[in-house]
């Protein structure tokens, strides 16, 4: 059984009413799926199974939370209440006993194994953002700065137009102005500074 030392270290952070819980839900997905590999994602357990996102489970003050990535798929719990398929769980007795969670578990896993998994709606693209004024007229001014702007994803180039539109005082604008026309003419994108992270 492969376990996560940062979800031990996890369940040990928790309330203490919610470390049992947690342990034993951990508990119940290892017995049901032997390989089932464990990570932490958006700061809480994460479950997969094949490669594919299993469960999640997380704790906080007054109640813990499990829920099964495909939930649409399966027939469990009181969607709806708080995160996950078993609403608010404040005590082992809000959860199915052991039997009946590992196969859940196990319906689960054979969603996965069965390669029929619901595709995510693609979302429309978003229109091309509007230049504000004054970006224009720099880039107007620095051909290099326009010929890097024009060769940017959408996504991109509205990241510069909304940063520079969202200026409320002119000073403002104009040091982000500043920046942009700098960062743009070096190739890189609004949040350069993030994307080695």
């Known amino acids: 059984m492969a376990t996560d030392p940062r979800i031990d270290a996890y369940i040990e952070r928790q309330v203490e009413f919610a470390r049992p819980i947690l342990t034993w839900l951990r ?3 290892h017995a049901a799926c ?3 590999e464990e990570s932490i994602k958006w700061g809480m357990p994460a479950f997969s199974h094949r490669g594919r ?6 704790g ?3 109640h813990a939370s499990f829920g099964f990535w495909y939930r649409e798929q399966l027939a469990t719990g009181k969607e709806g209440e708080a995160m996950g398929q ?3 769980i404040e005590s082992l007795a809000d959860l199915p006993d052991e039997a009946g969670l590992e196969a859940q578990v196990r319906e689960a896993m054979a969603l996965i194994e069965s390669g029929n998994l619901p595709k995510r709606e693609s979302k429309p693209p978003k229109p091309e953002a509007e230049v504000p004024e004054a ?3 720099a880039l107007a001014r620095d ?5 890097k ?6 996504s991109a180039r509205r990241d510069y137009c909304e940063w520079i539109a969202g200026a409320k005082q002119a000073g403002t604008r104009d040091k982000r102005l500043a920046d942009a026309i700098a960062w743009i003419r070096e190739g890189k994108k609004r949040h350069w500074k993030y994307e080695s992270c």
């Open 135 to 137: 970006l224009a007229e």
């Open 53 to 58: 996102p299993l469960a999640h489970m997380a």
């Open 60 to 62: 906080f003050q007054r």
């Open 143 to 147: 051909p290099l700065a326009a010929e």
């Open 149 to 154: 702007f024009d060769a940017f994803p959408p």
């Open 34 to 36: 032997p390989e089932v």
């Open 86 to 88: 078993f609403g608010r």
């Open 27 to 29: 508990a119940r997905l």
